[in-house]
């Protein structure tokens, strides 16, 4: 099992963020979320430069285009042509619910074979049954599945086989991408053996610097 943090703790660069959460975890997880705004796109000197850093790396595309649109998947793949030196584990995307959707995901993913995976982006586990006709792994957002309680379990064992990353954060019942305490201890452990069985990593998608430490010393001690 590896533990990732996201590129946004600190108010700085990504280059900074990886370089300060260095020895903290084993894998961070990029975070391209606006493709419409210049400063987001992957700058080419940070891409060398995060190359030459001792870590491992996994990808989030942006979430901001409508993946029904054919237009959208030429951007996607500017931004894993680009990030390609980093060799990141994957580029995960999220998932929608369209058919039109789907029959694009086929394609890029047939384009990027083995480099792509597909994550519920909020309440919509249940497309991962959808996905598992189509050349793509999973990545499973346990935190929100806790937020919107759903049976993480249940799907953790249904695609199993397909899982190579997880997200994880707790959830107050209001707000997600809380601290890991707000976790019902019973089933973080599951998370944590699931994890530790497959050799998985558990990104914590928590971006307060105080309540990211506290997980990852809840989550290494449980």
């Not at 959460?21 to 961070?28: C, D, K, M, T, Y």
């Not at 993946?67 to 990030?83: C, E, H, I, R």
């Not at 397909?162 to 959830?171: F, P, V």
Request: proline share 5%; hydrophobic share 40%; charged share 25%.
């Amino acid at each position: 099992m590896r533990i990732a943090a996201p590129s946004f703790i600190i108010p700085a660069e990504r280059l900074d963020n990886v370089q300060y959460l260095r020895g903290l975890v084993e894998e961070i997880e990029l975070l391209y979320f606006c493709s419409r705004q210049p400063q987001d796109l992957p700058d080419e000197h940070e891409v060398v430069q995060l190359a030459l850093e001792p870590m491992r790396y996994n990808v989030h595309l942006p979430y901001d285009r409508d993946g029904t649109l054919t237009a959208t998947w030429p951007m996607l793949q500017k931004f894993v042509d680009s990030l390609c030196p980093l060799k990141a584990q994957t580029h995960t995307l999220h998932l929608q619910p369209q058919r039109d959707f789907f029959c694009q995901l086929e394609a890029f993913a047939g384009t990027n074979k083995g480099i792509i995976s597909v994550e519920n982006g909020g309440d919509n586990a249940h497309l991962f049954d959808e996905a598992a006709a189509l050349p793509v792994d999973f990545c499973v957002d346990v935190g929100h599945m806790i937020h919107f309680r759903r049976d993480v379990e249940a799907v953790l064992t249904r695609h199993q086989e397909r899982i190579i990353l997880l997200h994880l954060h707790g959830s107050d019942g209001r707000r997600d991408h809380r601290s890991l305490k707000w976790i019902d201890p019973g089933l973080l452990r599951t998370v944590k053996q699931f994890a530790l069985e497959r050799e998985l990593t558990i990104c914590l998608e928590i971006f307060q610097e105080e309540a990211l430490r506290e997980s990852i010393g809840l989550l290494r001690d449980l």
